[in-house]
């Protein structure tokens, strides 16, 4: 029972996980045509900043003496250098689709990583459910394949950049286990990420922002809901789960990021989508079952000897 309350719980965190970290791609559309991309991630990222930085002075949350190097490092590449090569894609013309796509090969490179590192036994099953998942992606997003203008050199560059960074700030940060305070970790991630955002800004691009309702409406979005609810949940769960099962949770991101453009922004899943999303939860149940470690059996017990030694019969 307490394995499998565990399990239920751990559950309930990924799929929270899931559908806000999806929600991170409708709202970034809202604000990513008043900004550029550099420019709008150093205000969302400073804003988070900001707020974890007052829920620390109020709840007196105590500061690590050690493991900021590794929070930097870990937050700018699973932050930082993910959201600048997903916006930058997106801002030049790359569909959400293709950029779905790009980032779906995240727990294969995770699952690649962590098997090179540990020399462990490759399992099949674990190989097939995520090529599975890959699969449901691509079944999910062709229609977006098929309508986009935006494939180009330099954008698939930027969606590989995105997929690098995510994959290795994921694996950096796992295998470093900082062990801070989840406030503690997500101030010293997003401040780090916005000093490496507002830098790339100055140097980049115009510094040109539009305050818009639909601006404002996003980046308070994406720094509460995403920066602050959804990582937080991630740093749970990679705290308590391997690295190639959290990555194995991101195949249902797109799931998330469909179901919420249904309503907000009028797209109803097709077919196609919706056989992609059973294919993908399929996958992950399938991975995440035969990526656990078998259960230790019981050592048998040696039956009582009740009897008299025959040396004491009288």
């Known amino acids: 029972m307490p394995g499998e309350t565990k399990n239920l719980k751990v559950s309930l965190i990924a799929l929270t996980f899931v559908i806000l970290y999806g929600s991170g791609f409708v709202g970034g559309r ?3 045509p008043y900004a550029e991309p550099f420019s709008y991630l150093a205000i969302r990222f400073g804003a988070t900043a900001v707020i974890l930085f007052v829920l620390i002075l109020c709840l007196r949350v105590g500061w690590p003496r050690s493991g900021y190097v590794h929070l930097i490092l870990s937050g700018i590449l699973l932050q930082g250098v993910f959201s600048v090569g997903v916006f930058y894609a997106l801002h030049q013309g790359m569909t959400p689709a293709v950029s779905a796509l790009i980032i779906a090969l995240q727990p294969i490179l995770v699952w690649l990583m962590v098997s090179v590192v540990t020399a462990r036994k490759v399992r099949p099953l674990s190989v097939l459910a995520l090529v599975g998942g890959l699969a449901g992606v691509a ?60 830098i790339g800004g100055l140097i980049f691009e115009k510094g040109v922002i539009r305050w818009t309702p639909q601006l404002l409406l996003s980046e308070l979005w994406m720094s509460a809901g995403v920066s602050i609810g ?6 749970i769960l990679m705290r308590s789960e391997s690295a190639d099962r959290v990555a194995s949770y991101f195949y249902g991101v797109p799931i998330a990021a469909g179901l919420i453009a249904w309503p907000v922004l009028g797209q109803r899943p097709t077919m196609s989508e919706i056989i992609g999303f059973a294919v993908i939860m399929v996958s992950i149940t399938v991975f995440n079952r035969s990526s656990r470690p078998p259960r230790a059996e019981p050592a048998p017990t040696a ?12």
């Open 30 to 32: 809202y604000g990513l």
């Open 139 to 198: 079944i999910t997003v062709y229609r977006g394949l098929e309508t986009s203008s935006g494939l180009t050199p330099t954008n698939v560059a930027f969606g590989v950049l995105g997929l690098v960074g995510l994959a290795t700030g994921q694996f950096y940060y796992q295998l470093k286990n900082p062990g801070a305070h989840l406030l503690i970790n997500g101030f010293v991630q997003s401040g780090s990420s916005a000093v490496v955002m507002l």
């Open 230 to 235: 959804a990582l937080s949940l991630l740093f």
């Open 303 to 314: 039956p009582a000897d009740n009897s008299v030694p025959a040396a004491d019969h009288r």
